[in-house]
């Protein structure tokens, strides 16, 4: 199931980021990836997918023990911060071992559990809401009134959509400071995290 | 009926309040014929009726579309008010048939139409392209046809208050325009009257553009084919003038916004805002949204979390080969 779920996790995030460049910097370059129309079909599609998959991420989570891993305990949770930003500034350097490693338990570090929580409940939603009014432009004004909501929102979807894209870069870096560069990548193929023996 | 008759026509027709029902014009102007469109329509209704020219051979087309006459800015007027002398018998006389009719022989000084703007048009129709080249040739009637002329702004409404407009959908105004030029320019047959040595190659000249289908759908010829900003429309540039920046309509500041779009979609804007009235005309404009502040900043942080990143890779690479020595 876990790797399944990655790597649809991996398609439906990807698509819509690869179509927005595209869908958002064609006409301006003479050069187009993507035929114009495909694009925005599988942004759609891939958008939709996201919604669909994001409901089912948040009914997992309700509904499993994996919900766990986002919990935040804030007692001491800056000076845990902190020894974690320091691993990944200094520590790492000199082979210092992962203050949190990963544990059944505690899959997250302290900075990605802060990060990923703020990414689900605080980006991937409005991104997601902000999407699919996109998709039915006229109701929005036909609903509140005001005319050129529409370019709010698409203001709104593109900024969020661009900070998920320096998330993903990110996270997809960070998933190579694992026990050797490539073990983090192994594990969401098999569902196994390993550790050193 | 010559030049100075047509002036003291417009005279007469200037001296009746024009609330007077268009049907009444040809009557009051003093003329004896009240001949109603239907009995004109008998015959020039017919598809068939037309003639083939003696000169050129091609075949000159006499029907006259009721449909398309009754959506048109002269729908209310008779045939009768435009063609006097007699033609309310047939044969016609030739003394009618002599006669010779021009848009602004009519038009001069009609209040009504005064927005339009009759004679600044005819000085730019002056200086196009067409005219200069084909002096001739190329009239008003070249590209209008009285029977079916319809304007940008649609028909005036019937009921009183004066200037508000019946809009046209953007699309459909746009296909009015494009087939206006598109009846010479896609047909050499039809160019060949004119130019039979060197007929514009109208594909290749568009060679550039990607996908012309849609962009002839959406965008009239004169969009590009005008100085921007000519509100007339009727100043038509030499080609190597013609706009070729993409960025002209793909942007922000789209310059259709202040053209192709200014009247169609004025209703529709104040009802639900500019944006929206243009996606609703069908003619979501790609670029028209785009905000290049936003962008620019956002590809600056982009640039920077990779370049760190990289950094940080880079140092981890160093450091893990140092302590592997």
Same mark, same amino acid.
């Not at chain 1, 409940?121 to 999407?131: F, K, V």
């Not at chain 2, 029902?21 to 009726?49: F, K, S, W």
């Not at chain 2, 021009?102 to 209040?111: M, R, S």
């Not at chain 2, 259709?256 to 200014?262: I, M």
């Given at each position: 199931?876990?790797?399944?779920?990655?790597?649809?996790?991996?398609?439906?995030?990807?698509?819509?980021?690869?179509?927005?460049?595209?869908?958002?910097?064609?006409?301006?370059?003479?050069?187009?990836?993507?035929?114009?129309?495909?694009?925005?079909?599988?942004?759609?599609?891939?958008?939709?997918?996201?919604?669909?998959?994001?409901?089912?991420?948040?009914?997992?989570?309700?509904?499993?023990?994996?919900?766990?891993?986002?919990?935040?305990?804030?007692?001491?949770?800056?000076?845990?911060?902190?020894?974690?930003?320091?691993?990944?500034?200094?520590?790492?350097?000199?082979?210092?071992?992962?203050?949190?490693?990963?544990?059944?338990?505690?899959?997250?570090?302290?900075?990605?559990?802060?990060?990923?929580?703020?990414?689900?409940?605080?980006?991937?939603?409005?991104?997601?809401?902000?999407?699919?009014?996109?998709?039915?432009?006229?109701?929005?004004?036909?609903?509140?009134?005001?005319?050129?909501?529409?370019?709010?929102?698409?203001?709104?979807?593109?900024?969020?959509?661009?900070?998920?894209?320096?998330?993903?870069?990110?996270?997809?870096?960070?998933?190579?400071?694992?026990?050797?560069?490539?073990?983090?990548?192994?594990?969401?193929?098999?569902?196994?995290?390993?550790?050193?023996? | 009926?010559?030049?100075?008759?047509?002036?003291?026509?417009?005279?007469?027709?200037?001296?009746?309040?024009?609330?007077?029902?268009?049907?009444?014009?040809?009557?009051?102007?003093?003329?004896?014929?009240?001949?109603?469109?239907?009995?004109?329509?008998?015959? $020039?209704?017919?598809?068939?009726?037309?003639?083939?020219?003696?000169?050129?051979?091609?075949?000159?087309?006499?029907?006259?579309?009721?449909?398309? =006459?009754?959506?048109?800015? $002269?729908?209310?007027?008779?045939?009768? /008010?435009?063609?006097?002398?007699?033609?309310?018998? =047939?044969?016609?006389?030739?003394?009618?048939?002599?006669?010779?009719?021009?848009?602004?022989?009519?038009?001069?000084?009609?209040?009504?139409?005064?927005?339009?703007?009759?004679?600044?048009?005819?000085?730019?129709?002056? !200086?196009?392209?067409?005219?200069?080249?084909?002096?001739?040739?190329?009239?008003?009637?070249?590209?209008?046809?009285?029977?079916?002329?319809?304007?940008? !702004?649609?028909?005036?409404?019937?009921?009183?208050?004066?200037?508000?407009?019946?809009?046209?959908?953007?699309?459909?105004?746009?296909? =009015?325009?494009?087939?206006?030029?598109?009846?010479?320019?896609?047909?050499?047959?039809?160019?060949?009257?004119?130019?039979?040595?060197?007929?514009?190659?109208?594909? !290749? /000249?568009?060679?550039?553009?990607?996908?012309?289908?849609?962009?002839?759908?959406?965008?009239?010829?004169?969009?590009?084919?005008?100085?921007?900003?000519?509100?007339?429309? $009727?100043?038509?540039?030499?080609?190597?003038? /013609?706009?070729?920046?993409?960025?002209?309509?793909?942007?922000?500041?789209?310059?259709?916004?202040?053209?192709?779009?200014?009247?169609?979609?004025?209703?529709?804007?104040?009802? =639900?805002?500019?944006?929206?009235?243009?996606?609703?005309?069908?003619?979501?404009?790609?670029?028209?949204?785009?905000?290049?502040?936003?962008?620019?900043?956002?590809?600056?942080?982009?640039?920077?979390?990779?370049?760190?990143?990289?950094?940080?890779?880079?140092?981890?690479?160093? /450091?893990?080969?140092?302590?592997?020595?």
């Amino acid at each position: 199931m876990g790797p399944y779920l990655a790597l649809g996790q991996c398609a439906t995030v990807f698509d819509p980021h690869l179509n927005r460049y595209v869908i958002h910097y064609t006409p301006g370059a003479d050069t187009a990836l993507l035929d114009f129309k495909t694009a925005i079909l599988t942004h759609n599609i891939a958008g939709t997918a996201l919604a669909a998959w994001y409901v089912f991420f948040v009914a997992g989570n309700l509904l499993s023990r994996n919900s766990i891993h986002y919990h935040i305990q804030f007692k001491g949770l800056i000076g845990r911060l902190f020894r974690q930003v320091k691993y990944y500034m200094s520590g790492m350097f000199r082979g210092e071992p992962h203050p949190f490693p990963a544990e059944d338990e505690n899959k997250f570090n302290p900075l990605q559990q802060l990060t990923y929580l703020s990414v689900m409940a605080g980006l991937i939603p409005p991104l997601i809401l902000t999407g699919l009014v996109l998709l039915f432009p006229l109701l929005l004004t036909e609903w509140t009134g005001i005319p050129n909501a529409i370019v709010w929102v698409a203001i709104t979807h593109t900024t969020f959509a661009f900070l998920s894209s320096l998330f993903i870069v990110m996270h997809i870096y960070i998933a190579s400071t694992g026990h050797t560069v490539w073990s983090n990548y192994r594990s969401m193929l098999n569902g196994w995290h390993t550790e050193p023996d | 009926m010559n030049r100075h008759n047509w002036l003291f026509f417009l005279f007469t027709l200037m001296l009746l309040p024009w609330a007077v029902a268009a049907e009444e014009v040809a009557v009051d102007t003093g003329d004896p014929e009240t001949i109603p469109n239907t009995h004109c329509l008998r015959c $020039h209704g017919m598809g068939t009726l037309g003639y083939r020219d003696k000169l050129t051979g091609n075949l000159v087309t006499l029907q006259i579309s009721e449909a398309k =006459y009754n959506t048109s800015n $002269h729908r209310k007027l008779d045939c009768v /008010a435009c063609h006097q002398g007699g033609f309310g018998t =047939y044969p016609h006389p030739d003394k009618a048939k002599a006669e010779h009719l021009y848009c602004i022989d009519c038009h001069q000084q009609d209040e009504k139409i005064q927005p339009y703007h009759f004679l600044k048009i005819e000085d730019e129709f002056k !200086r196009s392209v067409h005219a200069q080249k084909h002096p001739d040739e190329f009239s008003c009637f070249s590209c209008h046809n009285a029977h079916k002329f319809l304007s940008s !702004r649609g028909v005036l409404d019937d009921e009183p208050e004066v200037g508000k407009h019946l809009h046209r959908e953007v699309l459909e105004a746009v296909t =009015y325009a494009n087939n206006i030029c598109m009846r010479c320019h896609d047909s050499p047959v039809q160019l060949l009257g004119l130019d039979p040595d060197s007929p514009p190659n109208f594909l !290749r /000249a568009h060679d550039w553009l990607p996908n012309h289908e849609l962009h002839w759908r959406k965008v009239r010829c004169i969009d590009c084919h005008l100085a921007e900003s000519d509100k007339l429309l $009727h100043e038509i540039l030499p080609a190597e003038k /013609a706009l070729n920046d993409c960025r002209n309509c793909h942007s922000r500041n789209s310059m259709l916004l202040g053209k192709l779009y200014l009247y169609s979609t004025q209703q529709s804007r104040e009802k =639900y805002g500019f944006v929206n009235s243009v996606i609703m005309n069908d003619a979501y404009v790609i670029g028209m949204t785009r905000n290049t502040f936003l962008e620019r900043i956002s590809l600056i942080m982009f640039g920077f979390t990779v370049v760190a990143l990289g950094a940080h890779g880079l140092g981890r690479w160093t /450091a893990f080969r140092r302590r592997g020595k």
